[in-house]
């Protein structure tokens, strides 16, 4: 692999094209903090998907858009005197070197949930305690990594379950409490109790080392590749979707779960 020295060099040309872009380039002249946030969110995106595939060119790629980012807001906060690239590092290592204190300080943590419990420990001591547990969950995150993020957080400090397998009980009491206002049919009350089944399922999730966000992603592979086998089979018969029977999808469906075998 390449040397500190080597990295080091690239990084510094990356900042140069960057300065120049920023005084020649009429487009990137134009960019502001704002008007470059739906593109992070969209890079960031485009990173997930290729860590997902396991595409390890393309995860390159997608971190050098990532990295693009970091130095295009860098750049633009340089020119007003707010900060630069050095001082993004310079409180990234800070931060980085207070919340390791087993290996830069005398604290021990032989396991990476400690690490983990360390870490969200130290976040609320760098606001002298009085930053709330859950204030540093975004809130513009997805939905359902945000609630990842709000019961890790909830059981940092240990509220959480005493043994996993209680979340079952929790789970069953909030598909009840659902099916209760699905007899009444208030829109309001029973999206409300379907928001407390998947929460509940997040939980569950949680607590039996699965990643929710991964796997509804691979189910949702999963369905595209039998739909567009069940789409692909269907016209090969001259035939189209709209004309056929629930019936007659079904067998194709069962065949495409037997072929693919997942």
Known sequence: ??????????????????????????????????????????????????IFQGDVQNIKKELGDVLLHV???????????????????????????????????????????????????????????????????????????????????????????????????KVQEEISEFQTELQKMDKDKMEAEFGDIFFSLINAARLYKIDPENALEQTNQKFIKRFNYLEDKTLKHGKNLHDMSLKEMDEIWKEAKNTMNN
């Open 71 to 169: 130095v295009f807001y860098s750049t633009i906060a340089s020119e007003t005197d707010d900060f630069d690239l050095k001082d993004v590092c310079d409180e990234l290592v800070k931060k980085l070197i207070f919340r390791h204190p087993h290996i830069y300080g005398h604290v021990t943590a032989e396991t990476s949930e400690k690490v983990k419990q360390n870490w969200e420990e130290l976040k609320l001591k760098e606001k002298d305690g009085n930053k709330r547990v859950l204030s540093g969950v975004p809130q513009a995150l997805p939905s359902l990594i945000k609630a990842c993020r709000i019961q890790e957080k909830a059981a940092s400090i240990g509220f959480d379950w005493e043994y996993r397998e209680q979340v079952w009980e």
């Open 1 to 50: 692999m390449h040397t500190k020295q080597e990295i080091l060099e690239s990084l510094a040309k990356l900042i140069d094209v960057m300065n120049d872009l920023r005084q020649k380039c009429p487009w990137d002249k134009q960019q502001t903090f704002m008007s470059l946030r739906n593109n992070t969110i969209e890079e960031v995106y485009e990173l997930s998907q290729a």
